[in-house]
């Protein structure tokens, strides 16, 4: 696993989105893995930057995001569809087809997962982006007793509902279940880019570094992945 330590938030945003970059300019077919919550924020803003004034092309570029609130409608503003067309895929030049995301509607969640799978298998991701869950989980693969290899529907765990609540007007409002890609798709990425930002991250970016492998901190299968660039700021790696 490579390391690059940034002095801080915005420091790491701009290596983030120098690695995300580099990719889609040495590939502008790349299939990207995504994701949500607040870390990938500024990361998103400079490709958008970049997008606008640079050139960074991706008009041939496909996204597969790594997560969906199960119920949420996509034009409900707490979505992921949502958040991803705001916070980037309405400000840079791809194409809308070429964005995938769970479906938090699907009628039959079995079959939502195994469409969410082959998709993967057929399109294969390049790279693939991670935050980090304060419990230690990846997309919303949750702590538990093992591994979870496929797209699955999840219940969120009271910590990541208490985590996430902030983007909602209550707790009661967050959804308790969630569609996930699973360890498998995750890991089959050809290069995997984490980031992680803050105090609070501190001790599991060191569990998940440093621990045990054990599906009790899903992101220490990381540990086996042989081409992992992990970008943090100077709080959220003190530990390590
Ligand atoms: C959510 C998402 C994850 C994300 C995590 C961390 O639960 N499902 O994909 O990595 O939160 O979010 P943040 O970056 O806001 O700490």
Same mark, same amino acid.
């Given at each position: ?20 970059? /580099? ?11 995504? =994701?949500?919550? &607040? ?19 991706? &008009? ?24 991803? !067309? #705001? ?23 079995? =079959?939502? @997962? ?15 982006? %991670?935050? %980090? ?22 219940? %969120? ?5 208490? /985590?996430?609540?902030?983007?909602? /007007?209550? /707790? ?33 970016? !060191?569990?998940?570094? @440093? ?11 990381? #540990? ?13 790696? &003190?530990?390590?």
């Amino acid at each position: 696993m490579r390391i690059i330590r940034t002095k801080d938030y915005q420091d790491m945003s701009h290596k983030a989105a120098d690695v995300m970059s /580099a990719q889609v300019i040495l590939k502008p077919n790349s299939v990207l893995g995504l =994701a949500t919550g &607040s870390t990938p924020l500024g990361m998103y803003k400079k490709l958008i930057e970049w997008n606008r004034e640079g050139g960074l092309d991706f &008009s041939g570029v496909t996204t597969i995001n790594l997560d969906e609130y199960d119920g949420l409608p996509a034009d409900n503003d707490q979505s992921y569809r949502y958040f991803m !067309r #705001q916070n980037l895929f309405d400000h840079i030049n791809i194409k809308p087809e070429n964005n995938h995301l769970p479906d938090g509607l699907a009628a039959d969640p079995k =079959a939502e @997962c195994a469409r969410y799978d082959a998709l993967i298998a057929e399109k294969g991701i390049d790279m693939q982006l %991670l935050g %980090l869950g304060h419990n230690g989980h990846i997309g919303f693969n949750e702590p538990g007793d093992s591994f979870v290899a496929g797209t699955h529907r999840v219940a %969120l765990t009271e910590s990541t509902i208490q /985590a996430n609540k902030r983007f909602f /007007a209550s /707790a009661d409002e967050v959804p308790r279940h969630a569609y996930t890609m699973g360890i498998q798709a995750i890991m089959q990425a050809k290069r995997i880019l984490v980031v992680v930002s803050g105090q609070e991250k501190a001790q599991i970016v !060191r569990d998940a570094l @440093c621990g045990p492998i054990t599906p009790a901190v899903p992101a220490s299968i990381l #540990q086996l992945h042989p081409n992992v660039v992990l970008v943090g700021d100077t709080e959220a790696l &003190s530990l390590i």
